[in-house]
């Protein structure tokens, strides 16, 4: 019986190492499995990065409003009953101060001037000979030829006489006023932004004709806060966009002294420049510019504009990624002020940080003006 307690025994001890060996293989698998699984941080793209840079800005207030005539003035007829004749403008003519602009039919009031001139003729005969008989009955005064009621009879002839006369020259020049205005004229230089003149009509007193702007000058009226007002001054500069994209430089004229209780806005008058882009009726933007500050700005590409907020991705030493929210000020062409939110010299995403979030690993790429260093 010995030799099979023998077997047994070395069968047993096969089984064992067989065992150890298993599972140093096993331990041996698992550590290789683990060291394969434990991550290895990799970036995930190549970025540039700035970061805030010193600039200086205009400091200016925003405002919208109307383009109007700087004074439009309305020309009307002085005299009724009389038919148009000839209309001499139109609607974007030019024209200068005593320019004829419309003629009335001057008939009838050249037959009234001829009846006055003739009765101041008449009038001017009549006082001649009673100013002849009241100095003849003075000089006969002191040698008792008349009696001192006829001389009185005279020199009163002689003041009625010439008081006809005055009223015979009055009529005339009312009748040379009337065959004047017979003729619309042209108050001042200007351009014709309105027509309702119309040949063959008959029109009365005081009916529109023509509409002018004065010297064609426009003004722009600006509504601005009223908290803003007080930043203002009369000749300050203000940069006007009018429709097309065109940009104007206009000087502040002047600054309503009343704040419109339904708006709490202001208006502001600020005279435009003679141009061909600018009308009479336009909506405009602009800003007025109060002077510069410095102010710490960066790309605009650098900055991700989201729900009203402005977001930059932070880049530290390691290479990681931090999304970081940030005060936005005033914008330019290319860049924007930064208020609060980041510190100087922070490394931020140039540009392409909307493909990037929250604990991304990146590869930083030195800029050309880098390299140079």
């Excluded at 023998?6 to 089984?15: E, H, N, T, Y």
């Excluded at 990799?42 to 005539?69: K, M, W």
């Excluded at 205005?181 to 009365?204: C, F, K």
């Amino acid at each position: 019986m010995p030799f099979p307690k023998r077997k047994s025994c070395f069968g047993i001890m096969l089984v064992v190492i067989a065992s150890a060996a298993a599972l140093a293989c096993m331990q041996a698998v698992s550590s290789e499995s683990d060291a394969v699984a434990e991550p290895t941080a990799q970036p995930s793209l190549s970025v540039n990065v700035t970061t805030l840079e010193p600039q200086t800005l205009p400091t200016t207030i925003a405002a919208n409003g109307d383009i109007a005539a700087w004074q439009e003035i309305i020309i009307g007829t002085e005299i009724g009953g009389l038919r148009l004749v000839d209309v001499k403008v139109d609607v974007g003519d030019e024209v200068t101060e005593g320019q004829v602009l419309a003629v009335y039919n001057d008939t009838t009031v050249r037959a009234e001037l001829a009846r006055s001139r003739a009765a101041v003729a008449e009038a001017e005969a009549t006082l001649a000979e009673a100013n002849a008989n009241a100095q003849r009955a003075r000089s006969l005064k002191t040698t008792g030829s008349l009696s001192e009621q006829q001389i009185q009879q005279y020199e009163t002839a002689e003041l009625t006489a010439r008081a006809r006369l005055g009223v015979a020259q009055a009529q005339n020049e009312a009748q040379e006023l009337r065959l004047a205005q017979t003729q619309v004229v042209a108050p001042d230089d200007g351009l014709i932004t309105s027509r309702t003149a119309t040949v063959g009509a008959v029109t009365g007193t005081d009916q529109e004709l023509f509409r002018l702007t004065r010297h064609g000058r426009l003004e722009w009226r600006a509504e601005v806060a009223a908290s803003d007002l007080n930043e203002l001054r009369p000749g300050q500069t203000a940069r006007v966009t009018v429709p097309g994209g065109y940009e104007l430089e206009g000087r502040l004229r002047t600054i309503a002294p009343l704040v419109d209780t339904a708006t709490r806005n202001g208006l502001v008058y600020v005279d435009l420049p003679l141009s061909d882009v600018a009308r009479a009726g336009m909506f405009a933007r602009g800003k007025f510019e109060l002077g510069t500050r410095q102010v710490l700005t960066l790309p605009r590409s650098a900055v991700q504009l989201r729900d009203g907020f402005g977001y930059v991705h932070r880049v530290s030493d390691e290479g990681q990624i931090t999304e970081q929210k940030v005060a936005l000020g005033q914008h330019t062409e290319d860049r924007i002020e930064i208020l609060s939110g980041l510190e100087p010299g922070a490394l931020v995403v140039a540009s392409g940080g909307a493909f990037l979030g929250n604990g991304d690993q990146v590869r930083v790429v030195e800029t050309d003006a880098e390299e140079g260093v």
